[in-house]
Nanobody
Framework: QVQFVESGGGLVQAGGSLRLSCVVS????????IGWYRQAPGKQREWVAA???????NYADSVKGRFTISKDNAKNTVYLHMNSLKPEDTAVYYC????????????????WGQGTQVTVSS
């Protein structure tokens, strides 16, 4: 099975930055599309960003222009560079393999990692 280990979260002030990492194992990383999701207290998981096997990227409107997704195939790692953070970005962030279909991203693995907590203070 595919496994995901997220890290890099923390407590930052509004306007600050963080870089999250997602190490993917149990699969051929370079052939997979990977997405970042987040879940805030009392809310459902929300898709944030995705990167294809070829390196093309896409973002939710809420983070476009502030977040950047990238990957390092040699390290089996996907990154989420988060800039200009806002309190509403506070959530647990997860990664997963994804598929794009008719304007939406769908996660492919039912086995989520522990996620990494991002807290943005105002």
């Amino acid at each position: 099975q595919v496994q995901f280990v997220e890290s890099g979260g923390g407590l930052v002030q509004a306007g600050g930055s963080l870089r999250l990492s997602c190490v993917v194992s149990g699969s051929t990383f370079s052939t997979k599309a990977i997405g970042w999701y987040r879940q805030a207290p009392g809310k459902q998981r929300e898709w944030v960003a995705a990167i294809s096997s070829g390196g093309s990227t896409n973002y939710a409107d809420s983070v476009k222009g502030r977040f950047t997704i990238s990957k390092d195939n040699a390290k089996n790692t996907v990154y989420l560079h988060m800039n200009s953070l806002k309190p509403e970005d506070t959530a647990v962030y997860y990664c997963n393999t994804v598929m794009y279909l008719t304007g939406n991203y769908y996660f492919l693995s039912d086995y989520w990692g522990q996620g990494t907590q991002v807290t943005v203070s105002s």
